[in-house]
């Protein structure tokens, strides 16, 4: 089986605003590279393992909104059926990241932590792990 490993961090240099793959194109290159699983380290909050035809292509997605004009006020992100979220508010200066993780979507087992970081962090977190599937997958086509 193979397993897509990302780590979303805090980079210790931001990276620059990179080109993101386009969704569709993603999920076709993953799945055509073997992959099955994303496994991703959530700032060390949480390791979740994902489908790869179900989730790349919202993890993209998710990337694309932080990068189009101006910033959403608040940036949700739903993976894994609803098993993985994130909630958060932006405002100017800072972000405040809600993560829930509710394993086999069992609300017994639902776990959440709070993360605030600068809001130059955050986007480069996610720039960060756009450019860490970049780095797995054939090289492609890729729109700004």
């Not at 990179?18 to 380290?41: F, H, M, S, T």
Request: net charge negative.
């Amino acid at each position: 089986m193979g397993i897509l490993r990302l780590h979303f961090e805090v980079p210790s240099s931001a990276p620059a605003s990179a080109n993101v793959l386009d969704a569709e194109v993603a999920l076709e290159l993953a799945v055509g590279c073997g992959y099955e699983v994303i496994q991703v380290d959530w700032a060390g909050m949480f390791c979740v393992e994902l489908p790869v035809e179900d989730d790349v292509m919202f993890l993209v997605e998710a990337a694309h909104q932080l990068r189009e004009g101006e910033l959403p006020v608040r940036h949700e992100v739903f993976l894994g059926d609803g098993g993985f979220q994130i909630e958060a508010d932006i405002s100017e200066k800072k972000v405040s990241m809600r993560v829930i993780h509710t394993p086999y979507l069992d609300k017994r087992f639902s776990e959440e932590a709070i993360k605030i970081l600068p809001q130059s962090a955050y986007i480069a977190a996610w720039n960060s792990l756009m450019a860490q599937l970049q780095a797995q997958l054939p090289k492609t086509i890729l729109i700004t």
